[in-house]
């Protein structure tokens, strides 16, 4: 295994001074209840995007698929719990970053979102337990890992298996997308919507009917 740093996908860094206002982060990252099926593809485009060296090992995504039948208000009424643990963006400057001893975070001028500079970082560990959502994880080589939100392009929202465009004739399904990255309004609205009767022959068939992938056959 690899022990090149994990990389972060922003175009830019900033900080402020201890007094300086943060302006909070805007588009953030949500997930529906009950609609996710445990694919598992969003931590694998996640994990390989920010590998270093192009490794896919899910232990270096930003985000994690977790099945929770102990929290019965996350669990549908047939028993299916398969809950999305991603960053919330807490208000800047965030509690990760607050308890960060070496000020080993920056913000992301597009996004705002806080990242974790693993030059500066020297793996102590407080921004772990200093998260109230549990979504800084620890990486095999003992860096951590934060949401960067890609930069403002998430790729674990354009690889959710359960979108629109990846649907085809075929197997009926009653859902929505699972991940969004919108503003607070606007998924609270997205959240009110019934999910659709939907087909799906896979997403392996729906490349092959764009002309994404050809057949070998």
């Known amino acids: 295994m690899s022990s090149a740093p ?6 830019g860094s900033i900080r402020y001074a201890p007094d300086a206002e943060v302006p909070n982060v805007d588009h953030k990252l949500f997930a529906l209840r009950n609609q996710c099926t445990e694919c598992n593809v969003c931590e694998i485009a996640c994990a390989l ?3 270093p060296d192009g490794t896919i090992n899910p232990q270096l995504s930003r985000l994690r698929i977790e099945h929770a039948p102990e929290k019965p208000s996350k669990v ?3 028993g299916i ?3 999305a643990e991603i960053c919330h963006h807490c208000g800047n400057p965030p509690p990760c970053a607050e308890v960060c001893p070496t000020d080993a975070f920056y913000y992301d001028p597009n996004t705002q979102a806080a990242v974790i500079e693993q030059d500066n970082c020297i793996q102590c560990m407080e921004c772990v337990p200093g998260c109230p959502f549990d979504v800084v994880f620890v990486a095999p080589q ?10 403002g392009d998430p790729v674990c929202v354009k690889a959710c298996a359960a979108r629109p465009e990846m ?4 197997k009926q399904y009653v859902r929505l997308p699972v991940l969004f990255y919108e503003t ?3 998924f609270n609205q997205t959240s009110k919507q019934k999910p659709e009767l939907q087909d799906e022959v896979g997403m392996m068939q ?9 057949s070998s056959a």
Request: glycine content about 12%; aromatic content about 2%.
């Open 6 to 11: 994990q990389k972060e996908l922003v175009t």
């Open 49 to 51: 995007v920010h590998s």
């Open 76 to 78: 549908s009424p047939h």
């Open 81 to 83: 719990g398969f809950i």
């Open 142 to 151: 003992g860096e951590l890992l934060k949401c960067d939100l890609c930069g």
């Open 167 to 170: 649907l085809n004739e075929g």
């Open 184 to 186: 607070q309004p606007d």
């Open 206 to 214: 729906a490349m092959l009917e764009r002309g994404e992938i050809s």
